[in-house]
């Protein structure tokens, strides 16, 4: 049986000399990124969580909206690459972005390579191979038609551009560009070299969701199906009376009355003596069935932690008890921060390739994690609780604290909010997103507070932070 532990697979940091260079492999095999990709691909479970990291990572696009409608290259725009960024962040916390340039030595098209079909050179350049990461191993730098690709930014001037084009061109009869490579060095062998996903060190959980899947498909297909036994004496299935019919055909007429959708629920046997009395045995699966469905919460739930994604984002029941609903809280704050990894990893990239722009316009407008939870949910999560969920990390979306020289209109405000509901809550945090956003005026604000949710004029004020020389129609 493989063995699927980091330790293993990533256990010797090997490199290869070929007509590609020289340069490292990615894990022990050279295939480890291809390995935990199709493990991730065969979990229902984890492809509901990457799932979820993509649509969470995209979140409602980046400040600068006008932006993701210009093209990124012939074929796609900036939104359609992001979005392929997005992907490919779900799965491996790393960006490989190739870059062509115009004849004027100016970056002109901008192509996302898939991240696992990539290994740095010692020198560092790069290689790109479709076959790169053979899954049998140990084969990856055999294979032809390569392309070594120089770092981003190795060419400083247009002229070094153009004669760095010139030799693609002879060499590939294209130009391949430059590849901005972009990942969190971390600490062990190969993690400084490539990007290794947290969530492969479960990579056995992993394997044992989908292989969960498989046995509940056996069990299906090819398990016991019948759910009583019924025991009788030998039935004669060769003499026949006067219908053409023997003892047994009679005896499976009769059984099938029971056995079809709409079966008689009572089921009479008469016998001649006790002797040949037929006898009924029950069949008692139910504690298999349990035991799986156990099996497949428990493990499902160990794939969302390894992800980072809150179970009940991906349809397990959570909050249902005292202590539950806190423990969803710290779920969605560790969501925040596994959020905040990947954006600044975009943030990154476009800093990168676009050093002019202010690097607010290219900040991700975050999704309302709340409309994504049932109402029930909710519900049972205290005002608190529901503001705990966004103070990690600081999202500028969420209203300051009041100031402390309001602390006697803050005392008025905690009483008030202690008799509304989570869902009340929520309707409130929007409004007061909406006023820093400057979406509202302080008036309009004021009026949605006090008429809505029964807020008095000075408990409103105070829960947006506004003087009282300040309440002014704008």
């Given at each position: ?247 047994y055909d009679y005896f499976e007429s009769e059984s099938k009355k029971f056995c079809s959708p709409d079966g008689s629920p009572i089921l009479h046997l008469e016998t001649l003596n006790g002797e040949s009395a037929a006898s009924v045995t029950p069949l008692n699966i139910q504690h298999q069935m349990d035991a799986t469905e156990k099996a497949t919460d428990r493990i499902g739930r160990k794939v969302c932690r390894l992800f980072g994604v809150p179970p009940i984002l991906c349809g397990f029941a959570t909050a249902g008890k005292l202590g539950e609903s806190q423990e969803l809280v710290n779920h969605m704050k560790l969501f925040s921060l596994t959020l905040k990894k990947k954006w600044e990893l975009k943030a990154r990239m476009y800093k990168t390739i676009f050093p002019e722009v202010p690097a607010e316009n290219f900040e991700t407008v975050p999704l309302d994690m ?105």
């Open positions: 049986m493989p063995n699927f532990s980091l330790k293993a697979m990533l256990s010797s940091i090997r490199d290869t000399i070929s007509q590609d260079g020289r340069a490292w492999q990615w894990g022990t095999r050279d295939n480890f990124p291809n390995i935990i990709i199709d493990s991730a691909n065969d979990s229902g479970v984890a492809r509901e969580c990457i799932d979820k990291l993509e649509t969470f990572i995209a979140g409602e696009g980046i400040k600068d909206h006008d932006f993701f409608d210009t093209l990124a290259n012939p074929n796609q725009t900036w939104g359609e690459l992001d979005r392929s960024i997005n992907l490919s962040l779900a799965y491996i916390p790393g960006i490989a972005l190739r870059v062509l340039y115009n004849a004027g030595g100016v970056p002109a098209q901008f192509h996302l390579l898939p991240i696992q079909n990539v290994r740095r050179r010692h020198d560092g350049q790069f290689i790109y191979g479709i076959d790169l990461g053979d899954p049998a191993g140990f084969n990856s730098f055999a294979g032809r038609h390569r392309e070594i690709i120089p770092a981003f930014g190795s060419n400083k001037t247009p002229s070094d551009i153009r004669l760095m084009i010139a030799k693609q061109m002879a060499r590939y009869d294209r130009q391949v560009g430059e590849l901005l490579y972009i990942f969190t060095p971390g600490v062990g062998l190969n993690y400084e070299y490539y990007p290794v996903p947290k969530w492969a060190s479960g990579l056995n959980d992993i394997n044992a969701d989908a292989a969960l899947s498989l046995h509940e498909e056996s069990q299906v297909s090819n398990s016991f199906k019948a759910g009583v036994i019924i025991q009788t004496r030998p039935l004669d299935k060769v003499l026949k009376d006067d219908n053409g019919f023997t003892e709340f409309s994504f939870l049932p109402d029930k949910v909710v519900d049972k999560l205290t005002p608190f609780q529901l503001n705990d969920i966004f103070q990690l990390p600081k999202d500028p979306s969420i209203a300051e604290p009041i100031p402390a020289a309001q602390a006697v209109e803050q005392g008025a405000v905690n009483e008030h909010l202690k008799t509304l509901t989570g869902k009340q809550q929520q309707q409130i945090d929007r409004v007061v997103r909406k006023h820093d956003r400057g979406q509202l005026t302080e008036v309009q604000s004021v009026m949605q507070l006090t008429s809505g949710f029964g807020f008095t004029e000075e408990e409103a004020k105070a829960y947006l932070a506004i003087e009282d020389d300040e309440l002014i129609e704008e």
